[in-house]
């Protein structure tokens, strides 16, 4: 067991890692709440953050145990991170993070240096130390509790249960494991096989993934990746990447113009982008998000690409439309983002179970609105980046059913999350390590 090392005490940290448990249990985003920590703080609260969600389940199951009735939400979020950090590693073959007594003595620290919670830092002191004297017989009473075994909200569970019988527990640890680095190389500018050179040229570890991508297993700060100023690669899942070619492949263009594309919900422009890469078109990125679509701009601008980006409602064209049917639109619609559960651990405890239902309206609505804008020959690519099935396969089956000129092509349907140790669980023609996502392309019939 070794401490790490590090010029912040680790007190400060924890107490970061606490308010960010705050915000996401008051409904805010991990992200959002990370730009409130001070920089120079913000890397390593990152990671505990990271960690307290991955394993929130398990150390509120313990929690419970310690105290009959919840401290103050202050007291109970630094608790639960240092709780967290103990029963990650209860039992497990790993090499904890920090030892024992340095948790307990700096998770103490933590709550005597802040007014909301100094005065519960001897309740703290006697929760993790009831904890470490009896650790087995907690953990073992912990796991009677699916909640604690999962690190998912019970209704996350059983929905997976019920969508995907077979495979639900190896979603589930998918989820819990970290995410690696994946870049995908612009085309334009470099190849697959000259970048992985430029990498091992600077001692990073890296391998393909697909025709276009690479895996840093180890996390590099993207700014200082070689080919970073120089638009040599974007920052994206190997699933992610399976968008821009399954709308491409084959897709033609009316002699005399180009291809006419629409990514709708375009923001960041990761998908943009890669249309770009791949294709002379002109494309048109859409987003209702005008901050989200400055993102657009500066990424394209650091790739050297060029996109129409217009800041609108896609389910309202009548403000955005220029009545010129498209050869191809790609909606990558709103969902309960359930597939990128590794790399957004947050998700799992914002979302509420009636968000599936009111996101599946949400894409319905989108799909009706933007299919009469596809030409007869055209084709529309409809992606979530969800597991659940009402907003995948449910969804497509649906609308073609009301559709009748809408025909089903060749696509992957749903992705499901692989964390490379479990690669041979979901044979796939991608990577052994990606989100989970879901792919519908559907093509239009008729002169």
Not at 204 to 230: C, D, K, M, Q
Not at 395 to 420: E, I, K, N, W, Y
């Amino acid at each position: 067991m070794s401490d790490h090392s590090s010029p912040t005490p680790l007190w400060r940290q924890l107490q970061g890692a606490a308010s960010l448990l705050l915000a996401v249990r008051a409904g805010r985003s991990m992200t959002a709440a990370l730009e409130t920590v001070d920089a120079t703080l913000r890397p390593g609260v990152q990671a505990l953050g990271f960690h307290t969600l991955r394993w929130l389940g398990r150390a509120e199951a313990v929690r419970q145990q310690l105290a009959k009735r919840p401290p103050p939400e202050d007291a109970d979020a630094l608790l639960c991170v240092a709780l967290g950090l103990l029963v990650h590693t209860a039992g497990e073959h790993e090499t904890p993070l920090y030892t024992d007594f340095t948790l307990v003595d700096q998770a103490v620290e933590a709550a005597k240096r802040s007014e909301a919670t100094r005065h519960q830092a001897s309740f703290i002191n006697g929760c993790l130390r009831a904890f470490l004297r009896d650790r087995d017989a907690v953990m073992a009473r912990a796991h009677k509790h699916p909640q604690a075994v999962w690190n998912h909200p019970q209704w996350w569970i059983d929905r997976l249960r019920k969508d995907h019988p077979n495979q639900w527990q190896d979603i589930l640890r998918a989820n819990n494991a970290q995410a690696p680095l994946i870049l995908r190389v612009n085309t334009r500018k470099t190849t697959q096989v000259a970048y992985l050179q430029a990498l091992a040229g600077q001692g990073i570890e890296a391998t393909a993934t697909g025709p276009y991508g690479v895996v840093l297993p180890v996390a590099h700060a993207v700014t200082t990746l070689p080919g970073f100023a120089e638009g040599h690669f974007s920052v994206q899942d190997a699933a992610a990447q399976q968008a821009a070619p399954l709308l491409l492949d084959g897709l033609k263009a009316p002699a005399g113009r180009p291809l006419r594309i629409l990514d709708a919900c375009a923001a960041p422009g990761g998908k943009t982008a890669h249309l770009l890469e791949l294709a002379d078109a002109e494309v048109t990125a859409l987003d209702i998000d005008g901050r989200r679509c400055e993102r657009i701009r500066q990424n394209l601008a650091r790739l050297g690409l060029q996109a129409r980006i217009t800041v609108a409602d896609a389910a309202q064209p009548e403000d955005w439309w220029d009545g010129e049917l498209y050869d191809g639109i790609l909606l990558d619609a709103p969902c309960t983002a359930s597939g990128i559960v590794r790399r957004h651990p947050d998700v799992r405890w914002l979302r509420r179970p009636t968000d599936i239902a009111q996101l599946a309206a949400i894409q319905a609505r989108l799909l009706a609105t933007l299919w009469p804008l596809v030409r007869p020959g055209g084709r529309l690519l409809y992606c979530t980046c969800s597991v659940f099935r009402q907003e995948g396969d449910q969804q497509t089956q649906t609308f073609v059913a009301h559709h009748t000129d809408a025909v089903f092509m060749p696509s992957p349907g749903h992705l499901l999350p692989q964390s490379g140790v479990d690669a041979t669980v979901f044979p796939d023609n991608l990577s052994r390590d990606h989100d989970g996502f879901y792919y519908a392309l559907l093509e239009k019939q008729g002169s």
